[in-house]
């Protein structure tokens, strides 16, 4: 076995492109030969870290996964050719380490689109002209991270046998079947963006329908009486708690998104209703006030210094109340038993747990539906106030009520009973 030393070093080309990144460069030295080849690549000069010779994160940008995945992949190649040649007592010539680089043609590299900035640009793009959420962006920088994990690095990867690749890794995770199906639907939103635009030529995406078993998601929603054990207790000291359980009840009096009501300001709030435009579908609600909503809002109303511009609710991030709501349920006493079903591949799983283990944000949404048709309110009435635009969507609210008013009138067949042994 030779020995045989060799360098391998990344810096950024001097000329600068018209996006304003620089390509970076890499060097590489061994017995008094040296190759200097550009790799697809693309860095903004703050991202750059000489010492580490790969791209960091920093405010203006964040994400740098792609860069160095890329730097990583040419630095493992380059470096298993020459641990390979030492083994055989062989020196690479530079024909031999000039044709790693040639397994893809310097102009083809150039042109193919790394997943990573295309992504970015999809997000940078769609969230301006459709209005996006902040939740809708995590969904296609989640759609980024997996295709990345994936070992995925460019656009035109994606064909059959790439999105074969990324439903093995999916897979891998031992994912619920639901979440894979929504993680395939993602996908092929972006890739018909990415059809739209040229950047791909194929329409495989359009066959990436995993056909997996999913059953109706268990619908969780507080009763009446554990609504109102939520809506009285008194946390005491625990300001935080009541601020997350007003804004939840809020939404289970009104059947605004939580995302809505922690928009909601003093300017949307009249007399007997309030008015907004959704985040998710920009459609424009008038919601009437009942006594409970009225009595939240009155208790915010305190504030002597409210201006119309300011928020109503004070609502924390969505993550940090599906953590604190889970506390306030359970303080509330809140333990009814329900069974959660889900599917991973073939394999049913059933899962009992306390209901207030399962309640998140949106929960406050269901219970208001649930309870307004237990109230008799027509669907078409309750429709206008959620803003639902298809009756299918209501669907399982109704069977849920349905059920409900099977099970109260099997308890005149107790009275029947009781009452004929009265009379026997």
């Known amino acids: 076995m030779i020995r045989l030393r060799y360098s391998i070093k990344f810096v950024l080309h001097r000329r600068e492109r018209a996006d304003g990144t620089f390509t970076v460069r890499m060097n590489i030295s061994w017995a008094k030969k040296r190759v200097q080849r ?25 994400d740098v996964s792609g860069i160095n ?19 055989n007592d062989h020196v690479p010539t530079e024909d031999e380490i000039n044709e790693l680089f040639n397994t893809e043609d310097a102009e083809e590299v150039n042109q193919k689109h790394l997943i990573d900035d295309t992504i970015e640009e999809f997000i940078a793009k769609e969230s301006v002209e459709r209005g996006w959420a902040s939740v809708t962006k995590n969904k296609f920088k989640n759609l980024k991270h997996d295709l990345l994990c994936a070992d995925l690095t460019y656009i035109e990867e994606l064909n059959e046998e790439g999105l074969e690749k990324y439903t093995q890794y999916l897979f891998s995770r031992d994912l619920e079947n639901a979440v894979l199906m929504k993680k395939a639907s993602i996908l092929r939103w972006f890739l018909g963006w990415c059809r739209k635009k040229g950047y791909i030529e194929n329409d495989d995406y359009k066959l990436h329908q995993p056909h997996l078993k999913c059953p109706q998601k268990t619908v969780v929603y507080l009763t009446w009486e554990e609504l109102m054990q939520l809506y009285k207790h008194n946390y005491g000291y625990k300001y935080q708690l009541s601020i997350v359980r007003d804004v939840f009840c809020f939404c289970a009096f009104t059947g605004l998104r939580y995302s809505d009501a922690a928009r909601l300001r003093w300017s949307d709030v009249y007399n007997d209703h309030i008015t907004i435009i ?7 609600l008038d919601i009437d006030l009942n ?4 009595s939240i809002i009155k208790k915010y109303s305190l504030k002597a210094d409210r201006k119309p511009a300011d928020k109503v609710l004070g609502a924390p991030t969505i993550q940090r109340s599906n953590v604190m709501l889970k506390e306030c349920a359970l303080l509330a006493g809140i333990k009814t038993s329900i069974t959660l ?16 283990k399962a309640v998140t944000t949106h929960c406050a949404r269901r219970t208001f539906v649930v309870n307004s048709l237990r109230l008799g309110i027509p669907a078409e009435v309750i429709m206008k106030w959620t803003g639902h635009s298809d009756f299918t969507a209501m669907k399982p609210y109704v069977a849920i009520v349905d059920e409900l008013k099977k099970e109260n009138m099997a308890k005149y067949a107790t009275l029947y009973e009781n009452e004929k042994k009265t009379s026997d």
Do not use: C, L
């Open 38 to 62: 550009n790799i697809p690549a693309y860095v903004f000069p703050d991202q750059w870290d000489e010492n580490t010779m790969t791209a960091r994160a920093t405010r203006q940008h964040k």
């Open 69 to 87: 995945s890329v730097i990583a992949e040419y630095k493992g190649r380059v470096t298993k050719y020459f641990e390979t040649s030492i083994i």
């Open 341 to 356: 079903v889900s599917y991973r591949g073939s394999k049913r799983v059933e899962e009992s747990v306390p209901k207030w």
């Open 278 to 284: 959704t985040q998710k579908t920009s459609d424009k």
């Open 291 to 294: 006594p409970f909503s009225k």
